[in-house]
């Protein structure tokens, strides 16, 4: 079973402020975001979720940061 993710172009007005928002944080709306946009509840929440873990004013670079996904990702073995 495939879940089809919601793009900005066919997704409702809820969801498309959710984007924007993400977007003017200078973030990308990746896939894993829009299939939670399958529900906007669940969207809204994982993106405040995700800016109280993460938030602008970290000290840390993007870079360093990015890096950081990635070494988690390659030590639990996610191939995405």
Request: some cysteine; charged content about 30%.
């Given at each position: 079973?495939?879940?089809?993710?919601?793009?900005?172009?066919?997704?409702?007005?809820?969801?498309?402020?959710?984007?924007?928002?993400?977007?003017?944080?200078?973030?990308?709306?990746?896939?894993?975001?829009k299939v939670l946009a399958r529900s906007p509840v669940v969207l809204r929440a994982y993106n405040q979720?995700?800016?109280?873990?993460?938030?602008?004013?970290?000290?840390?670079?993007?870079?360093?940061?990015?890096?950081?996904?990635?070494?988690?990702?390659?030590?639990?073995?996610?191939?995405?």
């Open positions: 079973m495939r879940i089809e993710p919601v793009e900005k172009d066919r997704a409702p007005a809820r969801v498309r402020r959710i984007y924007d928002a993400i977007e003017r944080q200078g973030r990308p709306v990746t896939n894993m975001l979720l995700s800016g109280a873990l993460f938030p602008d004013d970290s000290r840390l670079s993007a870079k360093i940061k990015e890096l950081a996904y990635l070494r988690v990702s390659i030590l639990n073995g996610c191939a995405y």
